[in-house]
């Protein structure tokens, strides 16, 4: 039984990372469907929250959704499962390219596929963002918080400015925690 489901995890994680290009935005919207919807391995509320803690923790975003999922499923074998999985075809990928670079971008019909691919891609971290923000919670501060962090990564990317996204998330993180500390005291207020 045990070793069904790290086959399992292995097995869907691999197909995951082998038939999803663009990364780990891409990744989730994917995950979400067959791990959330299809599978029941996790909630909806699950994956979003991992989301959110797979962005502000180091490594790939995808590799820490499956990492959670498996060990969600398994324990510690069933996140190395699952890590493999979605690995393991970005690298053999990867490899078999490394081996003919020089020639692959040549070839006309894979440039052309690459520049689909950008587009699909897009569209599908546009889908992520779209998902999230019909899961978050709705109240003025979030949507305060969504409209302010939005305004300055356009604002960031039209002007070329040199500023990290991880900034933006810590930015957002002190001014969540200072929020809450200043619902705290207001409230302990009233008590007293």
């Known amino acids: ?23 780990g935005y891409a990744m989730i919207p994917i995950i979400e469907d067959i791990c959330a919807e299809k599978k029941q391995w996790i909630t909806h509320e699950d994956m979003m929250n991992v989301t959110i803690v797979a962005e502000s923790t180091p490594g790939p975003v995808a590799i820490n959704c499956s ?5 969600r499923q398994a324990g510690i074998a069933g996140a190395v499962a699952a890590t493999l999985g979605v690995v393991l075809p970005s690298f053999l990928v990867i490899y078999a390219i490394s081996m003919f670079l020089d020639h692959f971008l040549e070839i006309t019909w894979v440039a ?8 699909a891609v897009g569209l599908l971290i546009l889908r992520a963002a779209i998902h999230m ?13 969504f409209g302010c962090s ?12 040199n500023f990290s996204s991880i900034s933006m998330l ?3 993180g002190v001014v969540g925690i200072l929020f809450y500390l200043l619902g705290r005291h207001r409230e302990g207020g009233r008590k007293v």
């Open 112 to 119: 052309n596929a690459f520049r689909g691919i950008q587009i």
């Open 150 to 161: 939005f305004a300055a990564m356009a604002v960031i990317d039209l002007c070329a400015l």
């Open 170 to 172: 810590l930015v957002a």
């Open 133 to 145: 923000v019909k899961l978050m919670e709705k109240s003025p501060f979030s949507w305060t918080v």
């Open 67 to 71: 990492t959670f999922v498996g060990y």
């Open 1 to 23: 039984m045990k070793k069904h489901i790290y086959w399992e995890l292995f097995q869907t994680f691999f197909k995951i990372g082998l038939f999803t290009f663009g990364g």
